[in-house]
Nanobody, 120 residues
Framework: QVQLVESGGGSVQAGGSLRLSCAAS?????MAWFRQAPGKERERVAR????????YYADSVKGRFTISQDDAKTTLYLQMNTLKPEDSAMYYC????????????????WGQGTQVTVSS
């Protein structure tokens, strides 16, 4: 069982920046950030393939957000720049040993979430 603990959320004004962190208890080949706002479906924000460093970004955050890992591959980051009010949501760290999306499934491991609120 992989445990994930997020931190770094908070309230900022539009145009500001936040850096989210996710501490993992064990290495995972595939990790991602998701977000969900009230009344809206869960959205995949970004993911990373630790083997090779391939990254994916949702169109809504491309060019503004950056997903990365530390050298030990035990901490996941999401640098969020030029934040917009529509970025407000609960952000969740997720991980799996397999590429879950290939099988039409959700990641096996999830963090508790950290709130991001962006005011205009």
């Amino acid at each position: 069982q992989v445990q994930l603990v997020e931190s770094g959320g908070g309230s900022v004004q539009a145009g500001g920046s936040l850096r989210l962190s996710c501490a993992a208890s064990a290495y995972s080949d595939y990790m991602a950030w998701f977000r969900q706002a009230p009344g809206k479906e869960r959205e995949r924000v970004a993911r990373i393939n630790t083997d090779g460093g391939f990254t994916y970004y949702a169109d809504s955050v491309k060019g503004r957000f950056t997903i990365s890992q530390d050298d030990a591959k035990t901490t996941l980051y999401l640098q969020m720049n030029t934040l917009k009010p529509e970025d407000s949501a609960m952000y969740y760290c997720a991980a799996d040993v397999r590429p879950w999306w290939v099988f039409g499934m959700s990641p096996n491991y999830w963090g508790q979430g950290t709130q991001v609120t962006v005011s205009s």
